[in-house]
């Protein structure tokens, strides 16, 4: 047991960064998105 807590406490982290990391680009991909519309609003 002891050997695997060192392993599952890294897999763990590694999980939880990727989520995270996942939800920081697609917050990224949005704020793109939204000032691109903007750009697209203010030439009409």
């Known amino acids: 047991m002891k050997?695997?807590?060192p392993?599952?406490?890294l897999l763990?982290?590694?999980t939880l960064s990727l989520l995270s990391g996942c939800?920081?680009?697609r917050g990224a991909g949005q704020d793109v998105e939204a000032g691109g519309e903007a750009i697209?609003?203010?030439t009409y």
Request: proline letters at 0%; hydrophobic letters at 40%.
């Open 3 to 5: 050997k695997r807590t």
């Open 23 to 25: 939800n920081t680009v």
């Open 12 to 14: 763990s982290l590694l």
């Open 40 to 42: 697209q609003r203010s």
């Open 7 to 9: 392993a599952l406490v």
